[in-house]
């Protein structure tokens, strides 16, 4: 599938990238830190740590070993995945109308969809761990990406598109962040 030397994603693979960069002075992936990969339980409910690490700049930093540092292709695999989950949160939580799903733009909205069903294809079969156990994440992922693409077809028959942002809980607990 999609031509991937491997079908093994290994977070070892960004812990050499963190130790690759570690004593550089330009970083790589300059968000790609410690805490990213061994986040406290506090740390583990930071959207913003986990977009660190599936961030564009880990997917190219991964990249740019293999090319560069000669790192094994299997490499490639876990690069095109980070790069694939940036793109669905991108998708997923849009705040401007040039990310939004929009149908004025066919082939950009139809790219979009064909990207997200193959997204939730993918997390479907993808086993998780040593043992392959169905994880609640994957789920989450089915289920949220699946309500997006059905409510973009009754939305966008009246507006002309859809921010997906105002569909997550972010403003939600920004009010509970105020209360506080």
């Known amino acids: 599938m999609n031509d991937l030397p491997s079908a093994v994603v290994d977070i070892s693979h960004?812990?050499?990238l963190l130790t690759f960069q570690q004593h550089k002075t330009l970083k790589l992936a300059p968000k790609l830190t410690v805490s990213v990969l061994q986040p406290s339980d506090f740390e583990k409910m930071?959207?913003?740590l986990a977009m660190n690490l599936f961030s564009c700049s880990v997917s190219v930093a991964l990249r740019f070993l293999l090319e560069k540092?000669?790192?094994?292709v299997g490499y490639m695999t876990t690069a095109w995945f980070v790069d694939a989950c940036n793109h669905w949160y991108?998708?997923?939580?849009?705040?401007?109308p040039v990310?939004?799903?929009s149908r004025r733009k066919k082939d950009a909205y139809d790219a979009a969809i064909n990207f997200?069903?193959?997204f939730m294809d993918m997390i479907a079969k993808l086993d998780i761990g040593d043992r392959g156990h169905w994880?609640?994440?994957?789920?989450?992922?089915?289920m949220s990406t699946s309500f997006v693409i059905n409510m973009a077809d009754d939305i966008l028959a009246n507006q002309p598109f859809l921010l997906t942002s105002r569909l997550t809980q972010d403003c939600l607990e920004n009010l509970f962040s105020c209360v506080r």
Not at 69 to 72: K, Q, R, V, Y
């Open 14 to 16: 960004i812990r050499d």
């Open 46 to 48: 930071n959207i913003g």
């Open 69 to 72: 540092e000669g790192i094994p």
């Open 90 to 96: 991108d998708l997923m939580s849009s705040r401007h």
């Open 99 to 101: 990310m939004s799903l």
């Open 116 to 118: 997200l069903c193959s």
């Open 135 to 142: 994880k609640p994440v994957q789920t989450g992922i089915l």
